[in-house]
């Protein structure tokens, strides 16, 4: 059964920093590219990263470029991104996704595998 598991979101002051990590089981990790999109109350959920199947390449939405980190850990079958500089507007529940069709993608449709989300709530 595929699953893919948010942790690490959580209320932070403006200027702070969090970790998501994303566990995978079910299907073959490395054999996946994999993708960070978040979703704020009331808008349409969005693309924050992707990361191909070995590390690279990475692509950053420009919201984020200078801030987010994301990488992975294919031997844990873990991947991860590295909120810094929080915003009032990175206030959002944080999705990832995996696909293996194409090399990386910066937009929805591609994903088949979908987490449940983990909530990130930055404050001023």
């Known amino acids: 059964q595929v699953q893919l598991a948010e942790s690490g979101g959580g209320l932070v002051q403006a200027g702070g920093s969090l970790r998501l990590s994303c566990a995978a089981s079910?299907?073959?990790?490395?054999?996946?590219?994999m993708g960070w999109f978040r979703q704020a109350p009331g808008k349409e959920r969005e693309f924050v990263a992707t990361?191909?199947?070995?590390?690279?390449?990475?692509i950053y939405a420009d919201s984020v470029k200078g801030r987010f980190v994301i990488s992975r850990d294919n031997a844990k079958a873990t991947m991860y991104l590295e909120l810094n500089s929080l915003e009032l507007e990175d206030t959002a529940s944080y999705y990832c996704?995996?696909?293996?069709?194409?090399?990386?993608?910066?937009?929805?449709?591609?994903?088949?595998?979908w987490g449940q989300g983990t909530e990130v709530t930055v404050s001023s």
């Open positions: 079910g299907f073959t990790f490395h054999y996946y590219y």
């Open positions: 996704a995996a696909s293996n069709r194409g090399q990386v993608a910066t937009t929805l449709e591609p994903y088949d595998y």
């Open positions: 990361i191909g199947r070995s590390g690279r390449p990475i």
